[in-house]
C-alpha cells in the first residue's frame, strides 16, 4: 500500500514563509505527476502546483511567483516552498501522486496540512 505523508504546515504571519514536504512510501515503481492542492472552508478542493517527472511545472495564477515546487525523484519526495504567505492561502494542504504500484497506476493522497496565515 502507497501512503503519502505531509509535513510542514503551521501558523505563519503574513509575508511569511512554509515549506511543505510530502513523501511517498511502500512499494512503488514510479511516479509520474505529482501536485499540491488545497481546500478552504467552505470552497471546492484546488490546485496549487503540479509538477511531471520530468520537471514540468504549472501553477494556479493566485500562487505564480510566490510558490515553487520541486521533487527529489530518488526520494519520491515533492516540496513546496511558499513565499509572500497572505490570508487568503490559509487552507489545508494536500499532496497529490500518480503512482505506479503492484495494481497499476494510481492516484494517491496525503492526509492533509493545516497552513495558517494570520497576524
Known amino acids: 500500500q502507497v501512503q503519502l505523508v505531509e509535513s510542514g504546515g503551521g501558523l505563519v504571519q503574513p509575508g511569511g514563509s512554509l515549506r511543505l514536504s510530502c513523501a511517498a512510501s511502500?512499494?512503488?515503481?514510479?511516479?509520474?505527476?505529482m501536485g499540491w492542492y488545497r481546500q478552504a472552508p467552505g470552497k471546492e478542493r484546488e490546485l496549487v502546483a503540479a509538477?511531471?517527472?520530468?520537471?514540468?511545472?504549472n501553477y494556479a495564477d493566485s500562487v505564480k511567483g510566490r510558490f515553487t515546487i520541486s521533487r527529489d525523484n530518488a526520494k519520491n519526495t515533492v516540496y513546496l516552498q511558499m513565499n509572500s504567505l497572505k490570508p487568503e492561502d490559509t487552507a489545508v494542504y494536500y499532496c497529490?501522486?500518480?503512482?505506479?504500484?503492484?495494481?497499476?497506476?494510481?492516484?494517491?493522497w496525503g492526509q492533509g496540512t493545516q497552513v495558517t496565515v494570520s497576524s
Open positions: 497529490n501522486a500518480d503512482v505506479k504500484d503492484w495494481s497499476g497506476e494510481n492516484d494517491y
Open positions: 511502500g512499494i512503488i515503481f514510479g511516479i509520474n505527476d
Open positions: 509538477i511531471n517527472r520530468g520537471g514540468s511545472t
